[in-house]
Nanobody, 122 residues
Framework: QVRLVESGGGLVQAGGSLRLSCEASGSLFRMNAMGWYRQVPGKQRELVATITSGGTTTYADAVKGRFTISRDNTKNTVLLQMNSLKDEDTGVYYC????????????????WGQGTQVTVSS
């Protein structure tokens, strides 16, 4: 049973930084793609960033230059370093992963974490 566990959310002032971490467990195989979505009440879920096992990354336009996604393939772990946080970054951040699919604009990933709250105060 694959399980994704996030950590690192919290409350931070605008302009500050947070780092989210997500570990995938329950499988002997490496996730081909890992990444993060975020959800704000009343709005559509947004894909924030993805990274493949080869290190190819994608970012939403809203976070480019501020967020950095990275991963440790040996531990099936993905990190999201969030700098220069803004009010609009507030939301629940979900870790996601898939053994095969890397284009999550076409097909949603198979595995999801429970989510971690990020709140940015001005």
């Amino acid at each position: 049973q694959v399980r994704l566990v996030e950590s690192g959310g919290g409350l931070v002032q605008a302009g500050g930084s947070l780092r989210l971490s997500c570990e995938a467990s329950g499988s002997l195989f490496r996730m081909n793609a890992m990444g993060w979505y975020r959800q704000v009440p009343g709005k559509q879920r947004e894909l924030v960033a993805t990274i493949t096992s080869g290190g190819t990354t994608t970012y939403a336009d809203a976070v480019k230059g501020r967020f950095t996604i990275s991963r440790d393939n040996t531990k099936n772990t993905v990190l999201l370093q969030m700098n220069s946080l803004k009010d609009e970054d507030t939301g629940v951040y979900y870790c996601a992963a898939d053994f095969i699919q890397t284009n999550w604009d076409r097909s949603s990933p198979a595995y999801w974490g429970q989510g971690t709250q990020v709140t940015v105060s001005s």
